[in-house]
């Protein structure tokens, strides 16, 4: 496949996860962060990013497993997930998380754990999508080619 | 045609290099202090492409303890990062913040304390922004008045950080009387190049100081 072609494919893919709801414009204030001092940015905090909350999952996992839940731990672990999945833009965790808190200041273990079961779910997708995103970014740079710049216009 | 703009280059080069000589002293030095080491990586990232030089902590006391504004007695605490140089004796010697960026919400000293804090020092000069992912225009306005001089929304962009330029100008004036015309306009620029594909889709929801009434609204989310 030819550059022109790969970046072409980028851009839409970049674009549907735009319109599904997987990014809004934070990512692409992210992009143009990055340069040529520091081509692995994105990559880098991103990466950061999902190590770190499944950690944090894990954490949550357990704390809502224990016989008499800490509410303002969960709320906290919570609360730094919210934080950090808006800082790289996976705005499903994000808005998963919010629900999360409602229910945790309701302590409603069981609405928890659902909503918690979600936010994991939701955590794999915006694994998966960004690192298709960073495959397609890595084969344009290695044929040559530029990462294309997506205009927020539409 | 070429050859012109290659001693254009060279020039350029030689003018950058001889400026950031005279700037590395001049250079804006902001503390970064926030508990999320994402949003550490990320503000510094947003400084250091504007032409700031950054220090990041990770808590309000490691920002007093920098700042050389902890206690006597915990200043020989044991500290894994003995980077920074001794700043027990005064802010004079060497150690140069222009700006103060912290995070509200953290464990142990909130944001709000440790600008409580600095305001009460012989640090009260320099100025202090708050960030914040949690839009509370109660929890703005107290910072305001406590002295911050913004309160920015996380997650922060490129555009946040030009509203903050006057202010870092302000506390250069303060401490240097050299001119710092160039300084300025190289920030301008540098801001200028990295915002000219500034995305449309603002959804700033930043509030300033005069409408503190002004509801948050969330992107494809219901306003509660």
Redesign the interface.
């Known amino acids: 496949m030819e550059v022109g072609q790969m970046q072409r494919r980028l851009l839409d893919y970049t674009k549907t996860l735009l319109m599904e709801?997987f990014l809004?414009?934070?990512f692409?204030?992210?992009q143009?962060?990055q340069?040529e001092s520091?081509p692995g940015?994105v990559v880098?905090?991103v990466s950061?990013?999902f190590d770190?909350s499944e950690k944090l999952l894990n954490d949550l996992t357990s704390a809502l497993d224990q016989p008499s839940v800490d509410f303002s731990r969960v709320d906290?672990h919570v609360?730094?997930l919210?934080?950090?999945s808006?800082?790289?833009?996976a705005?499903r965790i994000k808005?998963a998380s919010?629900a999360f808190r409602n229910f945790c200041e309701e302590q409603n273990v069981e609405a928890c754990q659902r909503c918690l079961q979600q936010i994991k779910q939701e955590y794999y997708l915006a694994r998966n999508n960004l690192e298709t995103l960073f495959r397609l970014e890595q084969q344009i740079v290695a044929a040559g080619g530029s990462i294309p710049?997506l205009?927020?216009?539409f | 045609m070429e050859l012109k703009s290659d001693i254009e280059d060279t020039l350029t080069q030689q003018k950058q290099q001889k400026q950031e000589q005279q700037q590395e002293q001049h250079h804006f030095h902001v503390l970064a202090v926030d508990d999320s080491l994402i949003d550490r990586k990320l503000l510094e990232k947003l400084l250091k492409v504007s032409s700031c030089q950054v220090t990041c902590v990770e808590s309000g006391d490691k920002a007093l303890e920098y700042l050389g504004l902890l206690d006597g007695l915990e200043c020989d605490a044991t500290l894994s990062s003995s980077s920074f140089s001794s700043t027990q004796s005064s802010k004079q010697e060497g150690l140069r913040v222009n700006m103060i960026m912290t995070d509200y919400c953290m464990p142990g000293m909130s944001g709000y304390d440790l600008l409580k804090r600095v305001k009460g020092s012989s640090w009260k000069d320099v100025p202090v922004v708050l960030m914040s992912s949690e839009n509370v225009p109660s929890r703005i306005s107290m910072c305001l008045e406590e002295g911050a001089e913004e309160f920015l929304l996380k997650p922060l962009q490129l555009s946040d950080l030009e509203k903050l330029q006057p202010h870092l100008l302000k506390s250069i004036d303060h401490s240097c009387e050299n001119n710092t015309k160039s300084n300025k306009d190289k920030n301008v620029d540098d801001d200028n190049n990295n915002c000219k594909s500034n995305n449309k889709l603002s959804k700033r929801k930043a509030m300033s100081p005069e409408t503190p009434e002004r509801r948050p609204k969330l992107k494809g989310l219901a306003v509660l």
Request: hydrophobic residues 30%; aromatic residues 6%.
């Open positions: 709801g809004d414009g934070q692409l204030q992210l143009q962060l340069d520091n940015f880098e905090v950061l990013f770190d906290s609360h730094q919210k934080g950090s808006s800082s790289i833009d705005q808005n919010l710049m205009e927020m216009g």
